[in-house]
């Protein structure tokens, strides 16, 4: 996760991360299945968003997560998990000893083929790989211009979002399915100019810059709120896949 040091600079954000960022919805529940005493790694966990879900779900979970002040954040929301300060393409625990690794909106921050191999040695034969993002519905006219306004346009460092994962045809995984799960999220105009402030695109802006967004953000927020709340189309979208057995 090293990218010029971009995907590690959400910790100067870390609380303001954690209050605005999207939840996963309890829909995709259905698709993670039963986790009851499964013992699952998440990567790249950032401040615990989807550790506290799969906590509820009653895995076993373990976390590793390169940025500090985001791991300080899910510990304080989590103190009964097990983390660990690494990276995805080099992590910090044995070979075959998780049933399940997911990763949620932070794959397209990985280095590849390193840390598609990292994830196949940590499994077991047999163990479940959830990739998954979650974020605003990409087929939405009315708000594909507002989702354009987080990237600054002459921005030549931004990584592009995914949608599903590619493991290569001759790697350790089997692809099962392609998820996509629609769901709607309930947001005041406040909340979600404070959530444009946690993309990478806005990180790394000047003050005065993000003053700019914010105020073209509230501009347009307010044209079609209604009583200041919006409802904001969502899609949780990703790739689940099987480690293959190994030879």
């Known amino acids: 996760m090293t990218y010029d040091g971009r995907g590690l600079r959400f910790g100067t954000v870390a609380e303001q991360y954690d209050l605005f960022r999207p939840a996963p919805p309890w829909e995709i529940t259905v698709v993670l299945g039963d986790l009851r005493g499964s013992r699952v790694l998440e990567v790249g966990a950032g401040t615990g968003k989807w550790t506290r879900l799969l906590l509820e779900l009653g895995a076993?979970?373990?976390?590793?997560?390169?940025?500090?002040?985001?791991?300080?954040?899910?510990?304080?929301?989590?103190?009964?998990?097990?983390?660990?300060?690494?990276?995805?393409?080099?992590?910090?625990?044995?070979?075959?000893?998780?049933?399940?690794?997911?990763?949620?909106?932070?794959?397209?921050?990985?280095?590849?083929?390193?840390?598609?191999?990292?994830?196949?040695?940590?499994?077991?034969?047999?163990?479940?790989?959830?990739?998954?993002?979650?974020g605003f519905s990409r087929n939405v006219a009315w708000l594909a211009p507002l989702i354009a306004l987080r990237e600054s346009p002459d921005d030549d460092g931004k990584r592009p979002r995914g949608w599903a994962a590619d493991f290569g045809i001759e790697g350790d995984f089997d692809i099962e399915s392609q998820v996509e799960v629609d769901w709607t999220w309930t947001r005041s105009v406040d909340e979600l100019v404070a959530l444009f402030?946690?993309?990478?695109?806005?990180?790394?802006?000047?003050?005065?810059?993000?003053?700019?967004?914010?105020?073209?953000?509230?501009?347009?927020?307010?044209?079609?709120?209604?009583?200041?709340?919006?409802?904001?189309?969502?899609?949780?979208?990703?790739?689940?896949?099987?480690?293959?057995?190994?030879?």
């Open 60 to 134: 076993v979970v373990t976390v590793v997560e390169p940025d500090d002040d985001m791991r300080a954040v899910l510990v304080r929301r989590s103190p009964d998990v097990h983390t660990v300060k690494g990276v995805a393409e080099e992590m910090p625990v044995e070979e075959a000893t998780f049933d399940v690794v997911v990763v949620s909106s932070a794959w397209h921050w990985f280095e590849q083929p390193a840390a598609t191999n990292e994830m196949a040695r940590v499994l077991r034969d047999g163990g479940s790989l959830f990739v998954m993002w979650n």
């Open 197 to 247: 402030g946690t993309y990478s695109g806005a990180i790394i802006r000047t003050d005065e810059q993000r003053r700019e967004m914010e105020t073209e953000l509230r501009a347009r927020f307010d044209e079609i709120a209604v009583h200041g709340v919006l409802e904001i189309p969502m899609t949780v979208r990703g790739t689940i896949a099987r480690r293959r057995a190994r030879s």
